[in-house]
């Protein structure tokens, strides 16, 4: 079978410069040989994908507070959020939760919700699965955030039991380093001393992909600049053992 044969429904979402079978084998001995296994991928999707996927997720989708604290670990109310001490705030952003009731049959929105349906597919599954190596086999979940200024995420892991796979693609068009928000790994303070860190800038279809390891943690650091404008916006997804 043919490389195109291997992938054919893929083509549909993925950019081919990702499919060939050398770069999928680069790919996985990329992140088998990263210091926290983890893989950037960037000009992911089809553009025409993208554009509509950032066109449901800007102006279509409407979006819910999630506030949580770290001790003890459960979701609160604004009120709560700012009673609390701050050594206490683990997480604060925008949850997307559907669309708009005027945008519920826009193309945007179809493909967006195509998009998780696609994930779901064994030849989607099977594509994570080559390129890092990990075990697959199904998808866990799916989620949207939207992070501005006032959004926090601390340093954690991923790590549930029978995930395998964390990935997260960028959604936000003309995003610059200047604006802050990259995505940073870390080792565990529990499990290492060393201070080597990795950040990632959000840029747009930029696809990071780690496993999720108790030997390191992961966090997002201060948003500035343009971020009511352009919003940093991501979307998330878990596959399982």
């Not at 049959?105 to 994930?119: D, E, G, Y």
Request: charged share 25%.
């Amino acid at each position: 079978m043919s490389e195109t044969d291997n992938f054919k429904f893929a083509r549909n979402w993925i950019q081919s410069q990702h499919l060939g079978q050398d770069q999928i084998s680069s790919y996985k001995e990329t992140f088998e040989s990263s210091t926290f296994k983890l893989l950037q991928i960037d000009n992911f999707l089809l553009p025409s994908i993208m554009e509509e996927m950032h066109v449901y997720l800007n102006n279509e989708a409407i979006y819910e507070d999630v506030h949580k604290l770290r001790s003890p670990s459960r979701n609160v109310t604004r009120e709560e959020w700012n009673l609390a001490k701050p050594e206490d705030h683990f997480l604060s952003f925008s949850r997307e939760k559907g669309a708009k009731d005027e945008f519920k049959a826009s193309k945007n929105c179809f493909r967006f919700n195509a998009f998780k349906i696609a994930l779901r597919r064994a030849e989607i599954m099977d594509y994570f699965k080559q390129i890092t190596g990990c075990t697959i086999k199904g998808l866990q979940k799916v989620i949207a955030n939207r992070l501005t200024h006032e959004s926090i995420l601390k340093p954690h892991d991923d790590k549930l039991e029978s995930r395998s796979l964390c990935c997260i693609l960028y959604i936000s068009p003309n995003w610059l380093p200047e604006y802050g928000g990259e995505f940073q790994f870390q080792h565990h303070p529990e499990h290492s001393s060393s201070d080597y860190k990795e950040s990632f800038v959000p840029v747009c279809n930029r696809l990071v992909i780690f496993a999720p390891l108790t030997s390191h943690q992961h966090s997002v650091l201060p948003i500035h600049g343009n971020e009511q404008s352009n919003p940093r916006l991501n979307f998330s997804f878990w596959f399982h053992n």
